[in-house]
């Protein structure tokens, strides 16, 4: 009963203090002047926040340690070696840079391949974006994301945990960028996201651009940037998506008959465009 | 003047939270330095230490987890794992099945991957500290020490 009670303590803790960051970001730097904090479709992202941290992040924990576990075993240790030979700035430089690298082909295939599309439109179904839409996305998406992510340092076998510093600033970055914030950095944002352009990324149009996580140089280098000087005018995607959270989690996982007379069956709402 | 006080005050409190979050995360400042302290072979480990090496290995690669651009990084996840009963059923499970070499070998596989720290050095992994952490080991040896005085 403990360590239910931990669990929630945490996820109100995480929840309070993003809350304390990014809501007076929100209501003093609007990029949506008309969005409310309380907009529609809010409770289904808490639905998000919540499912993540309390039920998924532990699935997707469980997979990469099962991941890395297997690429241990295949990876050899001469070429480990050779990695971890080499200074520490290089290593961290060579990870974040294939990371950065990968993720960013990994994020174009899931608009382009219409199964990994299936889970990722979940994210992209939110039609309003904020800190909390942040969180939407669907756990088979986030296995996959993560995964990718870390790849390099599984291979390269490099001590992430010597990169803490980096790593706490990309996960709340990458929360920032998704927050109802329009604040320029003027060239800066050439080096490191910012709203303005992931909020593009969020446009209706499944193939806008904007693909890195969080530097857009991938997206520069591969001819991706995009960064007009107004905001999209409507985020989410054309096609119909549930408006709950378990429809959310099924749908994507179904056959698309079956999936339309299930929702018949039960009268799911779907939100229409 | 006041929108622009307001819009300079919300700026660097927002910054300054950000530079926190990520110091705090980084080890560099909220961590209970007692921490360092704690001597691996000493009571606070003692009665737990082969567990705590397995659970510190996990919690260690977890943190050390890069965050996609949507999931997971604020809390503490150690906190979630550290009661989980998932978590142990799974390491147990692990043991029962691989036998006691395999599980010596576990340890150094993990080292080999992202829990580098207890390859190089068995040491630096307590200095990967949490205060969480030592709150849960501070408990298992209180609860221990009271199992064997009963």
């Known amino acids: 009963m403990e360590y239910i009670w931990d669990m929630l303590e945490a996820t109100g803790i995480s929840l309070l203090f993003l809350a304390i960051v990014f809501v007076p970001m929100e209501l003093v730097f609007p990029a949506k002047r008309n969005q409310k904090i309380f907009r529609p479709n809010w409770i289904l992202d808490l639905c998000f926040f919540l499912g993540q941290y309390l039920l998924w992040s532990g699935l997707v924990i469980w997979t990469l340690d099962y991941f890395s576990e297997y690429l241990s075993s295949i990876i050899p240790l001469v070429f480990k070696h050779l990695v971890q030979s080499q200074a520490w700035y290089l290593q961290a430089f060579e990870v974040i840079f294939f990371s950065d690298l990968i993720i960013y082909w990994a994020h174009r295939l899931q608009h382009r391949v219409n199964f990994l599309w299936r889970f990722h439109k979940v994210h992209h179904s939110a039609r309003h974006l904020d800190w909390l839409a942040a969180h939407r996305e669907h756990p088979l998406d986030s296995i996959y994301t993560v995964g990718l992510i870390n790849l390099p340092a599984f291979i390269l076998g490099f001590p992430l945990e010597t990169l803490a510093v980096v790593i706490a600033f990309r996960g709340i970055w990458a929360i920032y960028i998704h927050s109802n914030v329009r604040l320029p950095v003027g060239p800066l944002r050439m080096l490191i996201g910012a709203p303005e352009l992931h909020h593009w990324h969020h446009d209706m149009d499944r193939d806008a651009g904007n693909y890195a996580n969080i530097s857009p140089l991938m997206d520069i280098i591969f001819g991706t940037y995009i960064c007009p000087d107004k905001e999209p005018e409507r985020f989410g995607i054309k096609e119909k998506t549930p408006d709950n959270y378990v429809g959310q989690l099924v749908e994507p996982m179904l056959p698309k008959r079956t999936w339309k007379r299930i929702s018949k069956r039960f009268k799911i709402l779907e939100s229409e465009r | ?150």
């Open chain 2, 1 to 150: 003047m006041k929108k622009r006080l307001i819009q300079g005050f919300t700026l660097v409190s927002f910054l300054t939270l950000i530079v926190l979050f990520v110091a705090y995360k980084g080890g560099f400042i909220g961590r209970s330095s007692d921490y360092l302290h704690i001597d691996p072979n000493g009571t606070v480990i003692k009665n737990n230490q082969e567990d705590s090496v397995t659970i510190l290995d996990t919690v260690i690669r977890e943190e050390a987890l890069m965050p996609s651009s949507k999931s997971m990084i604020i809390s503490d996840q150690a906190k979630f794992k550290f009661d989980s009963t998932i978590y142990h059923k799974l390491i147990e499970e692990y043991h029962r099945k691989e036998g006691e070499e395999n599980k010596k070998q576990k340890v150094y596989m993990y080292s080999s991957k992202s829990g580098y720290v207890i390859d190089r050095d068995r040491e630096s992994l307590w200095k990967s500290n949490d205060s969480m952490l030592i709150e849960y080991l501070k408990r298992g040896a209180t609860d221990s020490t009271d199992k064997k005085n009963n």
